[in-house]
């Protein structure tokens, strides 16, 4: 019996397990594959790593911005380096008026002619619209107009002259008329007497001393037309024509005034030579100066050649004298003033603080000693002294 029913069991346990094992056994075990899909699904996790690489080009990009950081601080800095040396000179530029002195000309300025147009080579232009009246650039022309009191037998007087700038051509060649350069300046007047010239007003030191030369020679004929010759026969032919020079330090505009410096007159004839010059301490920032030629008697040739005119310094100015209390500062440089304007305000604050420290304002140099003075003995004790800070 048992070992039909062991022989039955083990009969029958054979049939059960291959019906078992192909149907259930292997569809239960085929989902594992999908298991063994969840294990490879934490994979892809593995694989979120690669945005790391993404992340790194942007900590790469960090060292990029540095650089650039780099050349913004190097401008930013420029600027504090060109404040710094702009910053000296503007204290240094009220200094120098702070001495009180007159403005000295350099020393190339002797021998330069202060004139414009001196020579008479620059243009000329028509004065007063008058074809008789042609005036080199930079000059006014002037003449006077009225009786003549040397002469009784002259009705007409002094009338105005006819007036040109002439060049080295001819008929100005035989006798030479221009003395250098290629021109040179006319004014004649015919069968009538003149008295005239030009003027200009020059910019000039005060207190300067000044010399005016030039060079000239007249025409003088009444009873020939030879350009060679003048009539000198009598003493009244000898003295009708003259030239002369003349400044005015006050740098007036009229030739006949008071203030007027003229220097001698002289006689000259036929061939330049140079007119007596003439000197002058200008007593304002401007002189003027005068060219003249006059005559005497209406001859019939009456005609003044004019060149190389002259201005020049012949002594510099002197600086002009401080008031007294001012005297100590005339040799105070720009540092020295610096101190003094700090000397000045330190002698404020010490009449309240009884102290004084120079350096904390950037003077090197320590105030003035403050003057002590005594004050009457006290009543009925000894006498007490006080300092009074100035």
Known sequence: MLAALLTGCAGGQPTAPPTAAPTTLP???????????????????????????????????????????????????????????????????????????????????????????????????????????????????????????????????????????????????DPPRVFEGSRAVLFFGAFKVIDGGYWQQVPVMRGARLRLTGWAHAWSNNDGDDPHRSQLITADDRINASVQLGVDPTGGAMALGVDVVWGPAAHIYDRYAQVPPVEVTALGDYVTVFVRGRTLWPFRNNDFYFDAIRLEYVALPLATPLPPKLQTRSAATASGAACESVWATASLRARRRRATSPRRWGCSRSPPAPARLKRPPARGGSPSRARRWG
């Open 27 to 173: 569809p239960t075990w085929t989902p594992p594959p999908s298991a063994t899909a969840s294990r490879t699904a934490p994979a892809p996790p593995r694989s979120t790593p690669t945005p790391f690489p993404t992340v790194g080009p942007t900590r790469q990009q960090r060292p990029t911005t540095a650089p650039t950081l780099t050349p913004t601080e190097t401008p930013s800095n420029t600027p504090t380096a060109s404040l710094t040396p702009t910053a000296p000179p503007t204290p240094t530029i009220p200094f120098p008026t702070y001495v009180y002195t007159t403005p000295q000309p350099t020393p190339n300025l002797l021998g330069v002619n202060l004139l414009v147009n001196g020579g008479f080579e620059g243009g000329a232009h028509l004065q007063e619209s008058a074809a008789e009246v042609q005036v080199p650039d930079g000059w006014t022309a002037w003449w006077y107009e009225g009786p003549a009191a040397h002469d009784d037998e002259n009705d007409v007087g002094y009338a105005r002259p006819e007036m040109k700038v002439i060049r080295a051509e001819h008929p100005f060649l």
